[in-house]
């Protein structure tokens, strides 16, 4: 089973580029989020999607954009990255957002370094 | 704010010898408590979960945590650790209406 599925596993970006980090899942589930993760910091949620059609941002939302494209598929968008965003991204996906005996399954992650 | 804290940065302990990581927790409710476990350049895998009920939960790999209301705790335990179990450690709570918010992790590391 796939489960989730990022990419790419990486990226070189230049200050100022854009690019989108793709996320598909395969569980049916309705949730579905992106965390970023710095050393000492853990994981910090930039955007979540509780269904299909909705989208939230989480701690960290500036300077990201996030499209719940269907069911399956949560893209997460830099319009102009800025070294600040250097990172490991992690998309996640959970049956649903809250309540009853859910938990989040972790894809690979994205390495991203912005020079 | 609801906060996850995970005092020890680092943990070093040797092969064999027990473990117990810490997590606390600040939530009003009864929070959905998880441990997950991140292996070096690779995601984060499910340990163990507590939504309710019996305060002792059993995880995978050996490993078991005890949820303590009166503490807000939920501290990760292993009787005998062994060398592949050298990983990052992060406790996560599950609020209503948004969101997993995770601690900022503990590297273990595990001398031979």
């Known amino acids: 089973n796939a489960g989730v599925t990022q990419t790419p596993k990486f990226q070189v970006l230049k200050t100022g580029q854009s690019m989108t980090l793709q996320c598909a899942q395969d569980m049916n589930h309705n949730s579905m989020y992106w965390y970023r993760q710095d050393p000492g910091m853990g994981l910090r949620l930039i955007y979540y999607s509780a269904s299909e059609g909705t989208t939230d941002k989480g701690e960290v939302p500036n300077g990201y954009n996030v499209s719940r494209l269907n069911k399956r598929e949560f893209s997460l968008r830099l319009e102009s990255a800025a070294p600040s965003q250097t990172s490991v991204y992690f998309c996640?996906?959970?049956?649903?957002?809250?309540?009853?005996?859910?938990?989040?399954?972790f894809g690979q992650g994205t390495r991203l370094t912005v020079v | 704010a609801q906060s996850v804290t995970q005092p020890d940065i680092h943990i070093t302990v040797s092969e064999g010898a027990s473990l117990e990581l810490r997590c606390n927790y600040s939530?009003?409710?009864?929070?959905?408590l998880f441990w997950y476990v991140q292996s070096p350049g690779q995601g984060l895998q499910l340990l163990l979960k507590?939504?309710?009920?019996?305060?002792l939960v059993q995880g995978i790999k050996g490993f078991e945590a005890e949820f303590k209301r009166s503490q807000s705790s939920f501290n990760l335990r292993k009787p005998s650790v062994h060398w592949s179990d050298a990983a990052e450690y992060f406790c996560?709570?599950?609020?209503?209406?948004?969101?997993?918010?995770f601690g900022a992790g503990t590297i273990l590391r595990v001398k031979s």
């Open positions: 996640a996906s959970s049956p649903q957002l809250y309540g009853g005996n859910t938990e989040a399954f």
């Open positions: 939530y009003g409710a009864t929070p959905y």
């Open positions: 507590y939504f309710s009920g019996d305060t």
């Open positions: 996560a709570v599950f609020i209503y209406g948004n969101k997993l918010v």
